[in-house]
T-cell receptor, first 118, second 113 residues
Framework: DADVTQTPRNRITKTGKRIMLECSQTKGHDRMYWYRQDPGLGLRLIYYSFDVKDINKGEISDGYSVSRQAQAKFSLSLESAIPNQTALYFC?????????????????FGPGTRLTVL | DAKTTQPPSMDCAEGRAANLPCNHSTISGNEYVYWYRQIHSQGPQYIIHGLKNNETNEMASLIITEDRKSSTLILPHATLRDTAVYYCIVRVARLGGFQKLVFGTGTRLLVSP
């Protein structure tokens, strides 16, 4: 989805290096997410943010940190990269809405960053 | 969230309709059915979602059975670019709070010329 962009798209780095992955969105959504995907393991949630003042850990936040610089920007940092952080990383956004008394919160994903840690 | 069951793979000829089934027999009354797809190594793409009624958008149609225990995603005229893994996901329509988006193993759809 072109409304959600991620940079860089590919990155190769060495063990111990600090890495930042960036996500920007033009959808005007308040909620943003970072996921990683490993072969055979599906998507796992790293961090999520409901607005610029709200940051929450996901299921695998150890070794990662995030920064929500603005409504449109959500960055993921690997403080000291290790090889098992080699994965595909996806950013997503959502904007909950009410319809007929029920709430929907559809997530829209960016194109991903392929990170390799040597 | 209710568990979903999908066939691991399906084939479809280009130009024909692709009908992807999903069983969610334990679905609750306040749970939506969502469909996403993922083309190899790209970001998951939202397709459609529904609660009770059938839904249609520019990408696909979603048919939900009357008892809501199963649904079918229909791609009316499949193209080679529709080759992807398709995920059926059931999520609670919860007001406020957060619920994780859980992708199962999905159905790998192969569209052939």
């Amino acid at each position: 989805d072109a409304d959600v962009t991620q940079t860089p798209r590919n990155r190769i780095t060495k063990t111990g290096k600090r890495i930042m992955l960036e996500c920007s969105q033009t959808k005007g959504h308040d909620r943003m997410y970072w996921y990683r995907q490993d072969p055979g393991l599906g998507l796992r949630l790293i961090y999520y943010s409901f607005d610029v003042k709200d940051i929450n850990k996901g299921e695998i936040s150890d070794g990662y940190s995030v920064s929500r610089q603005a409504q449109a920007k959500f960055s993921l940092s690997l403080e000291s990269a290790i090889p098992n952080q080699t994965a595909l990383y996806f950013c997503a956004t959502s904007d909950p809405s009410l319809s007929g008394g029920f709430s929907t919160d559809t997530q829209y994903f960016g194109p991903g960053t392929r990170l390799t840690v040597l | 969230d209710a568990k979903t069951t999908q066939p691991p793979s399906m084939d479809c000829a280009e130009g024909r309709a692709a009908n992807l089934p999903c069983n969610h027999s334990t679905i609750s009354g306040n749970e939506y059915v969502y469909w996403y797809r993922q083309i190899h190594s790209q970001g998951p793409q939202y397709i459609i979602h529904g609660l009770k009624n059938n839904e249609t958008n520019e990408m696909a149609s979603l048919i939900i059975t009357e008892d809501r225990k199963s649904s079918t995603l229909i791609l009316p005229h499949a193209t080679l670019r529709d080759t992807a893994v398709y995920y059926c996901i059931v999520r609670v329509a919860r007001l406020g709070g957060f619920q994780k988006l859980v992708f199962g193993t999905g159905t790998r759809l192969l569209v052939s010329p």
